[in-house]
């Protein structure tokens, strides 16, 4: 007789990730088309060095590249 074991599923925390939400009003197609291909990527990207930083930089570097991220994105939006 073959012994059959049940595996139990491991379940694991979801990963908390934040999320950035700005409406913006977008006037030609080419623009809704990088929109669509590259903001995503580009918050993502702005989140993973803002992370980065804080376990790596010294307290003052950070605050001065935080407070220019954000400017980068105010002025997009």
Excluded: W
């Amino acid at each position: 007789m073959a012994n059959h074991t049940t595996q139990e599923k491991i379940t694991r925390p979801a990963i908390s990730r934040p999320i950035f939400e700005r409406s913006i009003k977008i006037h030609s197609e080419q623009a809704i088309r990088v929109i669509r291909r590259s903001y995503g990527r580009l918050i993502r990207s702005l989140y993973a060095i803002d992370v980065t930083l804080r376990i790596v930089g010294h307290e003052q570097a950070i605050d001065d590249v935080e407070g220019i991220v954000s400017k980068m994105i105010g002025d997009c939006a």
